[in-house]
């Protein structure tokens, strides 16, 4: 009686503890998941002012108040936030291997991306361009074929590139500060991205001009990884996007980081 009283002591035991693990361990789910920890983790690029950019110390730009709007909305505080810096080359494969929760990094929809990672509705609207020094006589893309051009590695710059201008010389490196050092050594003879990002390049720097054309339409979302665990987050995320449109808060940081943005000539 004694060994039968034993034993099912030990099974309930075995039952509570069992329960109390399940009760501290982490949701699949990923909303849940932020909200269990209380924290979420946002990749995000330090190179690409206006949008993401050290100054003093401080990660500010256009995607970081994005990321800190967000994070209010979903947990209250937008301290709750812990930003990991990622590149263009890099940011997908931090996303799908857990290293980050989503990813706000000026990253574009596109078909390709599409197929293995998933995307929000759009918070931002930017278009291809070329920058060139003042003194160039480049005034289209065609132009560089047999020219060299400066592209970010896994961007969608070197598509556009291939397709209107296949005979170009493409160089890549990992982040926009290597590109413009290219441009500024006169090692290409133009650079290709997204012109809020060649803004911020016009913006601390002389005798460099974007040329008017803008050779896509490229659409910044807020990407997260595909899965039914990040339906509900996802649905969230659209919420809050439209949230910031319908009250004038994507406005607002855009007048903030993007003053008067004209298609320089």
Known sequence: MKKVSLLLLIILCTVFLSGCINTNKEPKDMLSRIKFRNKITIGIKKDSKPFGFIKDGELQGFDVDVARNITKRLLGDESLIEFVNVTADSRISDLNSGKVDMIIAT?????????IIDFTSPYFIAGQALMIPDNSKLNSIENLNTRKVGIILGSTGEKTIRLLAPNAMVIGKRNYDDVFQLLKEK??????????ILYGFIMD????????ARYT?????????????????????????????????????????????????
């Open 107 to 115: 990253m574009s929809i596109n078909a390709k991306r599409a197929d």
């Open 187 to 196: 090692k290409v003879d133009a650079i290709l991205a997204d012109d809020t």
């Open 205 to 212: 720097n002389k005798g460099y001009k974007i040329l008017p």
């Open 217 to 265: 339409r490229e659409c910044y979302a807020v990407a997260i990884r595909q899965g039914e665990e990040n339906k509900e987050l996802k649905e969230e995320l659209n919420k809050i996007i439209n949230y910031m449109q319908q009250s004038g808060k994507l406005n607002r940081i855009k007048e903030k980081w993007i003053p008067n943005l004209q298609k320089t000539e």
